[in-house]
């Protein structure tokens, strides 16, 4: 079982790596954030439970650090209020919490990255909508059929794979890549 599993998320990483098309989309858009925070724009990211947590986990890389001290990026997940996201949830619906705070938050410009393994959460779509509406760059982080969301975003990294926990793993993959050409483009080492 352990190999196995090993094994599958190699596998994964092997087809990505194949994908000449999936690697020009990630520098396509790890070059799309570089220009969106020279001119001082923002990230924001969505997702739900384990895409939530990567979310979570790839703003924190750019508001933090990745490799090395330096200024920190525009980045914020847009779960991590639990009073605002259990009261849009109640007065509205589960599927307006993203919605909401991109029309609040969101800005020409800015960027949308939207993780969902099948590609096909309402809440991830309706943010994606409105973001498009608000002119703001959108990212997909999928699995391989890209699910609704392949037609509506900007730029579409949909994993091969249709394995939740093989998909999920190749998503903190590719955001760590961008993560580093981003600060290494914007900082470099000093």
């Keep these: 079982m352990i190999e196995k599993a090993i094994k599958h998320s190699v596998d994964v990483k092997r ?13 396509d858009v790890a070059d799309e ?11 924001l990211f969505c997702g739900n ?17 990745f490799y090395f001290d330096r200024p920190p990026l525009f980045a914020e997940a847009l779960h991590v209020n639990t009073s605002y996201i259990t009261a849009v949830a109640n007065d509205y ?23 969902s393994t099948s590609g096909n959460s309402e809440n991830i779509l309706k943010a994606i909508q409105v973001a498009n509406d608000h002119g703001m760059i959108t990212v997909g982080l999928t699995g391989e059929k890209g699910g609704k969301m392949k037609t509506e975003c ?21 955001g760590h890549i961008i993560c580093e050409i981003v600060e290494a483009e914007l900082f470099g080492r000093k």
């Excluded at 087809?15 to 520098?27: A, D, E, G, H, Y």
């Excluded at 609040?104 to 960027?111: E, F, N, P, Q, V």
């Design 15 to 27: 087809k990505i790596l194949k994908s000449k098309t999936l690697l020009k989309i990630l520098r």
């Design 33 to 43: 954030m570089v220009g969106l925070f020279e001119r001082d724009g923002k990230v």
């Design 49 to 65: 439970g384990g895409s939530a947590a990567d979310a979570q986990h790839l703003a924190a890389e750019l508001s933090g650090k």
């Design 93 to 115: 619906s589960y599927d307006e919490i993203f919605a909401r705070l991109v029309k609040a938050k969101g800005r020409k410009g800015d960027m949308l990255f939207a993780l």
């Design 154 to 174: 900007n730029y579409l990294l949909n994993v091969p794979s249709t394995d939740t926990p093989r998909i999920q793993e190749a998503h903190i993959m590719l």
